[in-house]
């Protein structure tokens, strides 16, 4: 017996609207942490596609200074990109959409999952379950304000048992012209916890005629293998298995492997620190990526990674942070950009 349609390989480009993307490995939105220099780290281990930290319309539209910054800045490398706006105004999605597009989008996708209560009260996120026409109307605003694809990240439900998230996605398929659907199967009461419904996610897939991104549940290599295939997506979206584990992405798509011992793992923070110090200066920098360390830090081989992750947290400046890293792994980097990557500075276009 043969498979009527066998899922291609994750190596296999497919496209979004007229977005060739290189394989079905991406790298999913994260709010505070998918800036340019985490997009593109995803892109040098093998995403085919990164997306954006999710941006405020509102901001982009009213032209605040520093979500312009810090938000729209790209890198070069990075293409293609998605940028993942959020709101419930239209009108205010189409400029948006427009100035992202602008800044150099490729993709822009809009966020109609986040379970947040200040994103809720606004009926922006996961609340646009509950206010289906206006979700489409946004999806049908970013089209005309960028003229882009435009794809929609969409969680099953408002609350447990709710799968009133896949009618949105077809509606918006069909009625809104959406290029994609990413689809996070866990309703919005459960924030990210719990098992993921796969198969409410495989009827999604098979309703409509655009690719659905599978996110959720996606831990390791295996896992999103698991979540491809139970799912019948068309692509995978990798989120916190990403997280100080960009080899994830090698994984999947064959370019790569695990890190072989703490100087890969100690190269690549550095990396990340040079990269923060350029998007942030050092000062906010040093701040920003107390966040960052201990997921490097749970990659180490070391007795006590405990210890050096409570001393990271205390460190008040980058030098410090980088002195107690080489002291703790007896590792041998140069201070600052050893790591042969350089990070060209400005590149904001
Ligand atoms: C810290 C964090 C930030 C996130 N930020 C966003 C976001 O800005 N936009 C979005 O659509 N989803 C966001 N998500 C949801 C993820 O993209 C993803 O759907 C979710 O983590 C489930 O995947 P996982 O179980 O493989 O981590 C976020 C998740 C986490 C953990």
New binding site residues.
């Given amino acids: 017996m043969t498979l009527a349609n066998p899922q291609p390989p994750l190596t296999e480009p497919f496209r979004i609207g007229e977005v060739e993307i290189e394989n079905r490995v991406l790298l999913?939105?994260?709010?505070?942490?998918?800036n340019w220099f985490v997009r593109l780290q995803a892109r040098r281990f093998g995403a085919g596609l990164a997306?954006?930290?999710?941006i405020s319309s509102f901001g982009l539209h009213h032209g605040d200074e520093r979500t312009h910054r810090e938000f729209l800045r790209l890198h070069p490398d990075e293409h293609p990109v998605a940028l993942?706006l959020?709101g419930q105004e239209p009108e205010v999605m189409a400029s948006a959409a427009r100035t992202a597009a602008e800044a150099g989008a490729d993709i822009i996708?809009i966020?109609?999952?986040?379970p947040v209560r200040k994103v809720l009260k606004t009926g922006s996120?996961a609340a646009l379950i509950d206010d289906p026409d206006r979700a489409v109307a946004l999806c049908v605003a970013a089209r005309e304000g960028s003229g882009l694809p435009v794809t929609c990240?969409v969680r099953s439900g408002t609350k447990t048992g709710d799968t009133r998230g896949l009618d949105l996605a077809v509606r918006l398929v069909e009625d809104g012209g959406a290029a994609a659907i990413?689809f996070?199967p866990?309703s919005a009461q459960v924030h990210?916890k719990g098992e993921?419904d796969y198969a409410l996610a495989r009827r999604l897939s098979e309703a409509i005629d655009v690719p659905m991104i599978i996110?959720?549940?996606?831990?390791d290599a295996d896992?999103?293998l698991h979540?491809y295939e139970a799912s019948g997506a068309d692509a995978v979206?990798?989120?916190?298995?990403a997280?100080g584990y960009p080899w994830i992405f090698g994984e999947l798509t064959g370019s790569g492997e695990a890190p072989q011992g703490n100087q890969e793992v100690v190269a690549e923070l550095f990396w990340v620190m040079d990269s923060a110090a350029d998007h942030l200066g050092p000062e906010r920098a040093a701040r920003y990526l107390r966040k960052f360390y201990p997921w490097y830090v749970e990659r180490l081989d070391l007795e006590d990674r405990k210890a050096l992750d409570q001393a990271l947290q205390q460190s008040d400046s980058l030098e410090s942070a980088r002195e107690m890293v080489i002291e703790a792994t007896g590792v041998e980097i140069e201070t600052p950009t050893d790591s042969g990557l350089a990070v060209p500075a400005g590149s904001a276009r």
């Fill in positions: 999913a939105p994260l709010a505070g942490i998918g997306v954006s930290e999710m993942q959020f996708d966020n109609m999952g986040c996120g990240k990413g996070h866990r990210h993921p996110s959720g549940g996606l831990s896992a999103a979540a979206m990798i989120a916190r298995g997280l």
